[in-house]
């Protein structure tokens, strides 16, 4: 009997026909159902096992290493990776790239409007110096995770570079003479970067495609002194790509000595940077601290004269703003005057910004 139910499982008979085969044969039909679903189950059964397997076969597949280059290059996603290279093959890395980046602009534009509205509260400041010229750069993004990430320190890094270029364009048509020290405000759209030769628009896109996040550049300052001036440059805390100085806060500081000394200047720019980022320094000032009150009673006068080893102090306020009249950072005291013009040099002007200076302002 059991002869009767070796089925043969290549058979396409519906439901209703093994139903009607099997009542011939005159069991009970509740026997027949359970003989019936093990049909139903095999055939399926069989019906997966060819569906997967025209599926496995009908996926191409990609050369291993030149997607795990392709993806260091580029930095994106493996799918998109694995699309360029389904299209150009592995011996056209470069083509790929090229297809990737364009494609990469096209979604970043989509997003960018996408994304236009959300505030960006984050991000960093950068700054480069060279010889008299200098540049600072705010860049704003919406998460610190992303600001803290290679792809936004290396949009940062051409941003700045590209913004320095600017200003040694900008230093070689003016007509500047003397100590002079000039913060310029530049717009960013039309710069190009000194690298890629895209737009600084068109790279912004780019980045904020890849990364879904807005990003937005809210401060582009061009510093030009006249060429005896010399600008040196300081970000707190470090967090730039060894081209370029980045953090949370930025000072330039320009520098006049007309003779050389055994103290490198580069070494006291540094250290006159440092303390205008950390000491909050407002204003440049005047180098001699003025007297509050020049009405002296009698008993500070006598107590001026008394004897010929009286010292005569600077008095240093711990609140003032000033540069020149603040106590010096590592030597408090001194003011920073006094220890300049210890070595023969000369403040002309400083320039100090930190995150969030204008990008508060814009999202408001």
């Known amino acids: 009997m059991q002869h009767l139910f070796q089925i043969d499982k290549s058979s396409n008979r519906s439901s209703r026909e093994w139903i009607s085969l099997f009542a011939a044969t005159g069991y009970p039909q509740s026997f027949l159902m359970l003989r019936l679903r093990s049909l139903v189950r095999l055939s399926s059964a069989s019906r997966l096992c060819l569906s997967t397997a025209a599926s496995s076969a009908s996926v191409p597949k990609v050369d291993k290493e030149a997607l795990k ?37 096209k979604e970043g534009w989509a997003k960018a409007a996408k994304l236009s509205n959300r505030k960006t509260k984050n991000g960093l400041v950068s700054v ?82 890849k990364l879904g996040e807005n990003i937005t550049i809210s401060k582009m300052q061009l510093i030009i002194a006249d060429p005896g001036v010399s600008l040196f440059g300081y970000a707190h805390p470090k967090e730039g790509t060894g081209h370029v100085g980045m953090g949370r806060f930025v000072s330039v ?15 006291l720019g540094l250290q006159i940077c440092q303390h205008i980022v950390g000491m909050r ?12 009150d020049n009405a002296k009673t009698e008993q500070e006068k006598s107590e001026h004269d008394e004897g010929d080893d009286a010292v005569q102090t600077t008095q240093i306020d711990e609140s003032e703003t000033r540069l020149l009249q603040q106590a010096f950072m590592l030597n408090p005291s001194q003011t920073v005057h006094e220890y300049v013009s210890g070595h023969g040099a000369k403040v002309i002007d400083f320039f100090r910004a930190e995150i969030g200076d204008y990008a508060d302002k814009d999202n408001a």
């Open 128 to 209: 480069m110096a060279d010889g008299h010229t200098a540049a600072v750069v705010e860049v704003n993004c919406e998460t610190d995770f992303v600001a803290r990430g290679d792809d936004f320190k290396n949009l940062v890094e051409e941003v700045t570079l590209s913004a320095l270029a600017a200003s040694k364009e900008y230093a070689a048509t003016s007509s500047a003479s003397g100590d002079c020290f000039v913060v310029k405000s530049k717009e960013y759209e039309l710069l190009k970067s000194t690298r890629s030769g895209r737009t600084l628009k068109e790279m912004l896109t780019s980045v904020i495609g």
């Open 253 to 267: 500081v320009g520098l006049t000595r007309p003779r050389a000394g055994t103290f490198p200047i580069e070494k």
């Open 69 to 105: 280059e392709l993806r260091k290059r580029t930095g994106y996603s493996y799918v998109n990776c694995r699309k360029a290279l389904l299209h150009f093959g592995p011996e056209r890395l470069e083509e790929a790239e090229k297809w990737l980046r364009e494609l990469a602009a």
């Open 281 to 292: 320094t407002e204003t440049l000032g005047p180098p001699v601290v003025e007297e509050r």
